[in-house]
């Protein structure tokens, strides 16, 4: 049986991780967007020379769903594919005008909250913050792997 006071706090910490996220859910559901949307306009201007490929790996959404946001915002104009001149395997995604006019008055404005949000923190609570939710990730992740183990190899204990 797990201490109630630790679990206790993992629920508490588990209803703050859903209200954060809902904090971006309902912002996109404001600037009537798919929350995907926001999210790529958002790494559009966080990293220009993307392609769909690290959309994926930033986003941590499948690639299916990845393909399908870009094809509307394709086909909206707010993005176009564009080879580089180095590889002609792989396309950047970019913003166009009417692209970059959009991330302008949603993920702009996004980023701005969070740097006001991120304000209210000192350096050092930012810089804590940070270390701890990167050690609680680490250790989650690593005990779903003993858990994965375990269910691929039935039989033996961790």
């Known amino acids: 049986m797990m201490d109630g006071s630790i679990q206790s ?3 508490q910490f588990n209803l703050l991780f859903k209200r954060y996220d809902d904090i971006y859910r309902r912002a996109a559901k404001q600037f009537d967007m798919p929350e995907l949307t926001l999210w790529i306009l958002y790494a559009l201007r966080e990293k220009p020379d993307c392609t769909q490929k690290d959309l994926t790996d930033l986003l941590l959404q499948p690639k299916q769903s990845i393909h399908a946001a870009l094809k509307t915002l394709i086909a909206d104009g707010y993005v176009v594919l564009e080879h ?3 590889n ?3 396309k950047f995604i970019r913003l166009t005008d009417a692209g970059a006019a959009l991330a302008g008055d949603t993920a702009d404005r996004i980023v701005q909250a969070e740097q006001s949000a991120f304000l209210t ?3 050092g609570e930012r ?3 940070l270390s701890l939710f990167d050690r609680l990730c680490t250790a ?3 005990a779903l792997r003993r858990i994965e183990h ?3 190899t039935p039989g033996e204990t961790a």
């Open 150 to 152: 375990e269910v691929h």
């Open 9 to 11: 706090q993992i629920v």
């Open 127 to 129: 810089e804590t913050i």
């Open 140 to 142: 989650m992740q690593e």
């Open 84 to 86: 580089p001149e180095h």
């Open 121 to 123: 923190l000192t350096e």
């Open 88 to 90: 002609r395997r792989s």
